[in-house]
């Protein structure tokens, strides 16, 4: 199927959002990658009697604001786009995009944008089971080719390994800074790496002079933020080792 797509770059076009209610179209050679991070969801999800996808909104610790998601896998990427340090904007339902595809107009809205440390990366999130669906292979191959060819990286993704994903939506729960005590993280902090070989356990122990409930949530802040690494790969419990992270 993909190498059957023919794909007319040259009349690809972004249509996207500045504000609420506002619409500005672009080449797609001339979009403004800013204005395009900068941009409010082109569409926003709906609410009926009988919908079959979950959407809602998720307070992402990387854009200090509420990102939307129209289904339970689109926000299980967003917790795991929200925990990656490399990413620096994550952006929901960012542009319309338009091309003749195969001799007609075809019309897609990706489900993210992420601004990370290597360009941006347009991202779609697609069910495992959908992958091989005909119309599917043809959507995401005209994708591909009008996002590759603006230097920019497209990623599909799936459903994430399920052990990480519960990790790393426990850690959430710890991500709002101010929520963490200002006194206990403020000394974690202050010698950081003094936790680096000690397990999980022995790391609160060594925290003298405050109760142990506060202890708990400033180093699963300071594992959010990647000051600390633990294999993720596993369940979480007391006995892992810590790692020096950044």
């Not at 967003?78 to 960012?94: E, G, K, N, S, Y």
């Amino acid at each position: 199927m993909a190498d059957a797509v023919r794909v007319d770059s040259d009349s690809a076009v972004v249509s996207y959002r500045p504000a609420a209610g506002e619409e500005r179209s672009a080449l797609a050679t001339d979009a403004s990658p800013r204005a395009l991070t900068d941009a409010v969801p082109w569409r926003t999800f709906r609410w009926y009697f009988g919908q079959r996808h979950y959407s809602g909104t998720y307070w992402a610790a990387t854009e200090r604001d509420h990102v939307i998601y129209e289904s339970r896998l689109e926000l299980a990427n967003l917790l795991l786009a929200d925990f990656d340090q490399t990413i620096h904007r994550i952006v929901a339902q960012p542009f319309s995009l338009r091309a003749v595809v195969n001799g007609q107009m075809s019309r897609h809205v990706p489900d993210f944008l992420c601004d990370t440390d290597g360009g941006l990366v347009v991202v779609d999130v697609v069910r495992s089971e959908r992958m091989a669906h005909p119309r599917i292979v043809l959507l995401l191959a005209w994708t591909k080719s009008i996002v590759e060819s603006l230097g920019w990286t497209y990623l599909v993704v799936n459903e994430p390994p399920k052990i990480r994903l519960a990790n790393v939506r426990f850690l959430s729960g710890y991500r709002r800074e101010w929520l963490v005590n200002q006194d206990v993280l403020g000394e974690m902090c202050s010698c950081i790496g003094q936790f680096a070989g000690m397990s999980i356990a022995d790391a609160e122990r060594s925290v003298k002079g405050y109760p142990r409930p506060l202890i708990r949530p400033a180093l699963m802040h300071l594992l959010w933020r990647h000051a600390y690494l633990v294999n993720l790969d596993e369940s979480l419990d007391p006995s892992m080792v810590l790692e020096r992270g950044r």
